[in-house]
């Protein structure tokens, strides 16, 4: 547990969460949709820190937000539509869903290991002068514990996040009260993937893998067969070890789930590339973080286990 601070948006309260944020902490603060659960994208271990005061189940993809489209382009590929739609959006409720650009810095955990990434620019002058104050793209879902209501009041983040979060900047009752519309775009093809404030009036993409916020979940499975709960490697296998079961790499040597979940898509990457047929992971608790590690690990392995 952690001692919940709420500051009235300012100067102060932006200089404040900036040096958490730079210390790899998540902070609450509000945007024109919803207050947003913000943390450096860049940072694996600050992202893991998001899914752990959220209490998330799995590790869905979340948007990253910045401050115009400059900023995105250094991220995401944009196509002609795409373009178009940021001219006409941003700053605003609309995410783009695009392909990610290689080197872009974003942890893979931002992104579920996908080769896609959820590009917003906010209009809200508290996440832009945290934006301008941080100088880094920040990943930043709905702030409130998993499964409870979107917050629009500070007050809701606090009922919802006392304890688990250091800082929320108080910018009072949002405009907008409801998650951003969310489109992605294929070739010259326009998806919408979730409903919201700006009516595009586009046909709703059918179920299948998740790609941003607000879908079912599916995520990236390696092309090898995985073995859950292994204490050594058997022949053929690329061990990726966890706390005091080495292995060929390790989600944690010290056994820290912060750092597992922060290098847990990036080492399942690592796996795939090995020449070794299969892949075989340590035991991790399942508990904390270790609910989600374990809940992407069983979702990685499905259809694809060892013998």
């Not at 996908?114 to 990943?139: G, K």
């Not at 499975?221 to 490697?233: M, N, T």
């Not at 296998?237 to 898509?265: K, M």
Request: aromatic share 4%.
């Amino acid at each position: 547990m952690v001692q919940t601070r709420v500051r009235p948006y300012g100067p102060e309260a932006i200089a404040a969460a900036a040096r958490l944020i730079e210390r790899g902490f998540p902070v609450a603060v509000p945007t024109e949709t919803v207050y947003g659960l913000a943390g450096d994208a860049t940072n694996g271990e600050a992202v893991a820190r998001i899914y752990e005061a959220k209490g998330r189940p799995s590790f869905n993809p979340l948007i990253v937000h910045v401050l115009n489209a400059k900023q995105a382009a250094d991220i995401g590929a944009f196509n002609d539509e795409a373009r178009r739609l940021a001219e006409l959006y941003w700053p605003g409720p609309l995410t783009l869903v695009l392909p990610l650009r290689p080197g872009s810095g974003l942890s893979s955990l931002v992104t579920s290991g996908r080769p896609t990434v959820a590009l917003r620019a906010p209009a809200h002058p508290a996440m832009r002068d945290l934006l301008i104050a941080t100088n880094r793209p920040l990943a930043a879902p709905s702030a409130n514990a998993s499964g409870r209501i979107s917050p629009t009041r500070a007050e809701h983040v606090k009922e919802s996040l006392r304890g688990r979060v250091k800082l929320i900047v108080d910018g009072g009752p949002t405009a907008v009260g409801l998650e951003s519309t969310i489109v992605a775009t294929d070739g010259a093809k326009l998806r919408l993937l979730r409903p919201g404030p700006i009516d595009l009036r586009l046909p709703l993409a059918a179920g299948g893998a998740v790609e941003a916020p607000g879908q079912l979940t599916s995520h990236y499975a390696p092309s090898k067969p995985l073995r859950l709960d292994a204490r050594q490697a058997e022949k053929g296998e690329w061990l990726i070890g966890f706390g005091p079961v080495d292995g060929d790499s390790t989600l944690s040597a010290a056994g820290d789930l912060v750092e597992a979940a922060a290098r847990l898509f990036d080492r399942l990457h690592e796996a795939d590339r090995q020449p070794r047929p299969r892949i075989a992971v340590a035991p991790v608790p399942d508990e904390g973080l270790g609910l989600a590690i374990n809940d992407r690990l069983r979702r990685a392995a499905a259809g694809r286990r060892g013998g």
